[in-house]
Each structure stands twice: as C-alpha cells, then as structure tokens.
C-alpha cells in the first residue's frame, strides 16, 4: 500500500483545519469511549485528515521542553522530536474518536520514525498534517500507525510515523516482518556513556511542556490506577533525551522502539555506538528501556541561483 503525508494534497472535504478540543477533554473522551472499542486489524477507521495550517510554535513552551529533555536551550532550531509534541493533540483527536477501533485506554506506543530533511527554524510558521495510515495485525493484538507532517516554504521538512498496539486475543499466529519484536542493538550491549538518575517529578515536567499529562505519567497514585506500581516516564521523553545526548544532524532519519517503560524515580543508564543507542536499567543485564538509530542523511540541494 502506498501512503503519502505531504500536506500539500487537498484535503477531502471532510478534513479538519481547526484545532479541536483541549487533549485533557480528548484523553477524557477516549477513555469513556475505550470499554466499548472492538479492536481489530480489518475494521474501519478515519480516512480524513487534520490539517493544521499557519502554526506557530510557543517560544516558552518550547524552552521548557528543551530543559526537561535536556537539549541545548537558546537554540535556532527545533529539536528533532518537538513536531511530535504539536502533532500529538491532533493524532489523539482521531485516536479518541467513535470510528477509530482501538481503545485509547491501554494503548501502547510501540515505535516512532522520524525524518528532519532541513533545520526548523522556531520562529518561522508550518503546515500540520495528521492522519491514521492504517491498521495491521500484530502477534499481540492490533496496531495503528499515525502519520505527521510539517511542511514550511512549499515543502515537507519532517514526517513521522508511530506505531500504537491495542493488546488484545488474536485468533492465531500472526506473520510479522524479519526482525519485528527486537529491539535494534539488543544482541550485543553497547558501550555505556551515562547513567541518569530520574526524579518522580519528569513525567510532570514533561506533561507541563509537552501538553500530555497522561495520569499514569503523573503520580504514584493515579498510575496505579492502571496496573503501574509507581508513575511511568513518557515513552518520547526517553527516546528525546536519548538524542539530547547522542545528538542529530540537521537532515536525519530517527528509529526508536520502545521496549520497557521507566520507572519513576529510577535510574537508567544511556549507552551508544556509531548511529546506535539504548536506554537500559543499571547493572548487568538491565532491562532494555528504549533501543534506536540515527542516520544521517545528505543535506537538502539548495536551488541554483
């Protein structure tokens, strides 16, 4: 199946060019909504898009979000994760809707790739698109992939898919690509460059800057409400400090699978080789958190004169 995420297509007529309710009143819905979900590969979903044209980014929130993460603060360009966190409230406006089939509540995200063709200026403004590419089986359940765009200048500039897995009964095995269900450099170790100690207040920093303020991502209390002993650290502040640390070029492509989520407080040990990292728990054979790449890619041709 061949897919686009360039906004410059027209948007069908049911797409939508406004930006929606609040995502606690989405996260709200979706939760409501998720006991009555009937998850599965081969149902319908939204076929239309979100199409946010015009945005700006909040230079505060931004910077807070640079300190939580741990990028360098003051700088021109957005970091390469940041287009995920304005694309987020639109990816959970499809995803708490009645035609989307897989319950928001218990949803896990599984993957994320993301590619930065050019340097984001943060003061310039971009067109959003988001969208649900589609469904496929999984050994576990059924998974949805996400799709977003940034376009500025008449061009997409940064893409990203993620991957969602509603766990539920399959009917029977399940074929999956070579190498689906390991995370990247999980073989062999890699060579250990820091070790983090996480305070219980990340995932409330993060929520504060991100926007997302998942209750299991926030205190003790309300993440045991959903089978975690303490609060939970964002899956994409993991694989952002990861990259904090490792660093990116201005045009490149980012895997990271998300294998086991971080404990809050907890401590973590940030480990990498070449274009390979991994977030594990400390000691010897410590639990692989988050394993990923970063490829560099050739810089964007600039038109002649």
């Given at each position: 199946?061949?897919?686009?995420?360039?906004?410059?297509?027209?948007?069908?007529?049911?797409?939508?060019?406004?930006?929606?309710?609040?995502?606690?009143?989405?996260?709200?819905?979706?939760?409501?909504?998720?006991?009555?979900?009937?998850?599965?590969?081969?149902?319908?979903?939204?076929?239309?898009?979100?199409?946010?044209?015009?945005l700006r980014v909040d230079l505060a929130r931004?910077?807070?979000?640079?300190?939580?993460?741990?990028?360098?603060?003051?700088?021109?360009?957005?970091?390469?994760?940041?287009?995920?966190?304005?694309?987020?409230?639109?990816?959970?406006?499809?995803?708490?809707?009645?035609?989307?089939?897989?319950?928001?509540?218990?949803?896990?995200h599984t993957s994320i790739d993301v590619t930065r063709h050019t340097a984001l200026p943060a003061t310039e403004p971009y067109d959003l698109a988001v969208h649900v590419e589609g469904l496929a089986p999984?050994?576990?359940?059924?998974?949805?992939?996400?799709?977003?765009?940034?376009?500025?200048?008449g061009q997409v500039v940064w893409e990203s898919r993620s991957t969602y897995l509603a766990r539920h009964r399959t009917r029977g095995p399940v074929a999956e690509p070579p190498g689906a269900g390991r995370g990247d450099a999980e073989e062999v170790p890699l060579p250990v460059l820091d070790e983090w100690r996480l305070s219980g207040d990340v995932g409330r920093r993060y929520g504060a800057a991100s926007g997302d303020r998942n209750p299991i991502h926030l205190h003790p209390?309300?993440?045991?409400?959903?089978?975690?002993?303490?609060?939970?650290?964002?899956?994409?502040?993991?694989?952002?400090?990861?990259?904090?640390?490792?660093?990116?070029?201005?045009?490149?492509?980012?895997?990271?699978?998300f294998r086991a989520p971080v404990l809050l407080p907890g401590t973590v040990v940030f480990a990498a080789d070449g274009d390979r990292f991994t977030l594990r728990g400390p000691g010897e054979g410590g639990r692989l958190h988050v394993s990923g790449r970063v490829e560099r890619l050739p810089a964007p041709r600039r038109p002649r004169a």
């Open positions: 199946m061949t897919t686009t995420t360039d906004p410059s297509t027209p948007p069908t007529p049911s797409a939508s060019r406004t930006a929606g309710p609040p995502l606690g009143l989405l996260l709200a819905r979706g939760a409501l909504l998720s006991p009555f979900k009937r998850p599965r590969a081969d149902a319908g979903h939204p076929r239309d898009r979100i199409v946010l044209p015009g931004l910077a807070a979000y640079e300190r939580v993460c741990g990028f360098a603060p003051g700088d021109d360009g957005l970091p390469v994760t940041y287009p995920h966190v304005l694309g987020f409230p639109s990816a959970v406006r499809l995803m708490s809707r009645r035609d989307f089939p897989l319950p928001l509540l218990g949803l896990v999984h050994r576990r359940g059924t998974e949805a992939t996400v799709a977003t765009a940034l376009r500025s200048g209390l309300t993440a045991r409400l959903f089978g975690f002993p303490r609060a939970i650290a964002h899956g994409m502040w993991t694989v952002a400090r990861c990259l904090a640390a490792h660093g990116t070029p201005a045009a490149v492509r980012v895997h990271a699978g």
